[in-house]
């Protein structure tokens, strides 16, 4: 049993589209993090969240604490976002339960 | 923002052999960093926290002689695979947040890429 649940899975999206990649978690947390990897391995951390809504220039994360939902959207999204999305939680202590991430493709 | 790096970024060597990987915090300081695996086509796996100055704390399922984790100064943790067998081969990455605990933003190493033949 996952924890933590993406979907979708994988996602293809032409350039300028917006996108949405869904988390759910069935733990009680007291962060959600949404991580980007790029092709290479290497992670970058986009957000950590706790309750509301969060905005980097295209990038908007939200987080439903009742629902145990958080969502990541992409505004005008461009082939350079081709990447693993990972939903991330933290429930207590030193604790990382991870999604199985979102492949994210855009095409020119 | 923070940096970690990792060294080195890729090994390979032969079954049997001892392979240590460093992760160092460059802008920063880290009395903690996390130590996490990841096979091809799945998701991270947390294999256990090091902590500056005690012992680290590992995930159920990992071995604790296997992967020897020493976070010997602030800045510095390594994780060392002990007699290394091709199933270790793996993709391992280090992170480190810049507050206390995983409560706060990690940054995370560019990972080691490890075959063991």
């Known amino acids: 049993k996952n924890e933590v649940e993406q979907s979708p899975q994988n996602l293809t999206a032409q350039e300028g589209e917006f996108i949405t990649i869904n988390c759910s978690y069935s733990v009680g947390i007291s962060a959600l993090h949404w991580l980007q990897q790029h092709p290479g391995g290497g992670i970058v951390s986009l957000f950590m969240?706790?309750?509301g809504k969060k905005k980097h220039g295209r990038l908007i994360a939200t987080i439903n604490i009742q629902e145990k939902h958080s969502s990541l959207h992409i505004t005008a999204s461009h082939p350079r976002d081709s990447a693993v999305y990972i939903c991330?939680?933290?429930?207590?202590?030193?604790?990382?339960?991870f999604g199985t991430g979102t492949s994210l493709t855009v095409i020119p | 923002g923070a940096v970690v790096s990792q060294h080195p970024s890729w090994v390979i060597c032969k079954s049997g052999t001892s392979v240590k990987i460093e992760c160092r915090s460059l802008d920063f300081q880290a009395t903690t960093m996390f130590w996490y695996r990841q096979f091809p086509k799945q998701s991270l796996m947390l294999m256990a926290t090091s902590n500056e100055g005690s012992k680290a704390t590992y995930e159920q399922g990992v071995e604790k002689d296997k992967f020897l984790i020493n976070h010997a100064s602030l800045t510095l943790s390594t994780l060392t695979v002990t007699s290394a067998h091709p199933e270790d081969s793996s993709f391992y990455i280090c992170?480190?947040?810049?507050?206390?605990?995983?409560?706060?933003?990690?940054?995370f190493g560019p990972g080691t890429r490890l075959t063991v033949l």
């Open positions: 991330a939680v933290t429930p207590t202590g030193n604790q990382f339960y």
């Open positions: 992170s480190a947040p810049t507050g206390a605990g995983v409560r706060n933003e990690q940054f």
């Open positions: 969240l706790s309750s």
